[in-house]
């Protein structure tokens, strides 16, 4: 039987295209993006609340953000990787996309060994990298969409996304071969990540829900979202059982919008217990 929960708001204000939620264990903090806005923010966990505490604004468009274990930030902005310090000092690493492409820097998530992974979308022929060296290595250059990342347990499996195709890939780490996973038939699928146990939980773009499923794609669970666009999702809090699911307001009509007011918003679960998400290793 496929169980069922239900989110709880979990923030007053929202946000656009809220993406890409990253748990900072070391300073027990959040973070997300605004991608449209260009906005990295940093929040505190208050139960099943989560209170914004800081803004970075970057020139267009922001991916996502990693963290590195001495508290700089790695962020994927529209075609460049930049690291930013803890003073705020801001350093460019890497340029991934050409200059003035047509498209930009997605969903991005650190991999067991430290080492960032980011892909694209909009240029008609998406791809994923992976940022190590100095330099970004393609891992997929024949995607749609590039969109949600994440790891099993013990880092051997490989999951991805690509939206436009509604599917979920997995392969071996780091060299296997893609094949699909599953795919979703009502709405498509954006983020992702997994749990202590090796379960998937995805988040479905137009389906207003998060599905969690096993390692072999079986469904096991729903969380109800109210916002329709449901983003991404990570495990936060000191005990990683505070399931984050960020939404958008992006694509909602006037008449969907007051059907579904809170769409924006930061949502909260206690469905489970998550793995600790690994820190980026700069130089790795």
Known sequence: MIKRHTARVATGAGY?????????????????VDIMAGHVHEGRLLGDRIEPVRTLSFEGSVGAVAVAESGDLLVAERETLTRVHPDGRRTPLAR???????????????????????????????????????GCATIDDDLTLSNGLAWSPAGDRFYSVDTLRRTVYVRDYPDGGRSVLFTVDDGHPDGLCVDGGGDLWLAVWGGGRVERRS??????AIVEVDAPHTSSVAFAGPDLDVLVITTATQDLSPAGLARHPLSGRLFTARVGTGLRTPYWKPGS
């Open 16 to 32: 656009f295209l809220g993406e890409g939620p990253v748990w900072d264990a070391g300073r027990q903090r959040l973070l997300w």
């Open 96 to 134: 991934v996309l050409p200059e003035g492409a047509p498209g930009r820097l997605n969903d991005g998530a650190v991999d067991p060994s430290g080492r960032f992974l980011v892909g694209s979308l909009g240029n008609g022929r998406e791809v994923l990298v992976r940022f190590e060296g100095g």
């Open 215 to 220: 390692p072999e794609g079986e469904l096991l």
